[in-house]
């Protein structure tokens, strides 16, 4: 059974960093590609980042380019995503999701099959 586990989220103020984790089990992720996406109250939910299960190549949204660093431990089975420099406008429920495609263009949520619960991150202006 495929499961994803978010954490790491919470309240931080702006210019803060915060680290989320997505736990995976039910598959590894040598054959996965891990999509991290947000949803801010009242907006659609936007891909944010994702990492490839080939070669660890990356996608990064302009929104969090050079903020945002996406990474796996394949030991672990955990997806990271380190969140620096962070603005107001961060502030979202994060979600990692599985089984969908990671080509170094924008991510489409409907291309993923598998999704997390969801962890709230709050930056405080």
């Known amino acids: 059974q495929v499961q994803l586990v978010e954490s790491g989220g919470g309240l931080v103020p702006a210019g803060g960093s915060l680290r989320l984790s997505c736990e995976v089990s039910?598959?590894?992720?040598?054959?996965?590609?891990i999509g991290w996406f947000r949803q801010a109250p009242g907006k659609e939910r936007e891909g944010v980042s994702c990492?490839?299960?080939?070669?660890?190549?990356?996608y990064y949204a302009d929104s969090v380019k050079g903020r945002f660093t996406i990474s796996r431990d394949n030991a672990k089975n955990t997806v990271y995503l380190q969140m620096n420099s962070l603005k107001p406008e961060d502030t979202a429920v994060y979600y990692c999701?599985?089984?969908?495609?990671?080509?170094?263009?924008?991510?489409?949520?409907?291309?993923?099959?598998?999704w997390g619960q969801g962890t709230q991150v709050t930056v405080s202006s």
């Open positions: 990492i490839s299960f080939t070669d660890g190549s990356t």
């Open positions: 039910g598959f590894t992720l040598d054959y996965y590609p």
């Open positions: 999701a599985t089984d969908g495609p990671c080509t170094g263009r924008p991510l489409k949520d409907y291309e993923y099959d598998f």
